[in-house]
């Protein structure tokens, strides 16, 4: 999909049982560099669920990187400050959901 708009990439993750405290710290550490280091991010949120209406399915820890267009998307997505984040998350998610939505 193109867009000539801003473009919300969305991470949502069930993690493994056992993933050790500082590999998400490592991940919180890595994610912390994208708007230094990757060009077109407007922002970035990241962190747990703390919804009161517990409709999370599992999916209790998100991302959230907004991006100016769909070509800084594509450039975070091939960048290797976000492949550092993509591994981590690889390695200890159970489940993984990625939406990008094409915000208006």
Known sequence: MTTDGRIVHVVLVDWRDGMPAAEL????????????????IAEVTVGPSVSPEGLEAGYGWGLVVA??????RDVYL????????AEIIGA???RLVVVDLAAR
């Open 67 to 72: 991006f100016v267009d769909a070509a800084a």
């Open 25 to 40: 710290e490592r991940l919180h550490t890595q994610i912390g560099l994208f708007r230094a280091e990757i060009p077109g």
């Open 78 to 85: 091939d960048h290797p400050v976000h492949a550092v984040a």
């Open 92 to 94: 200890w998610s159970a």
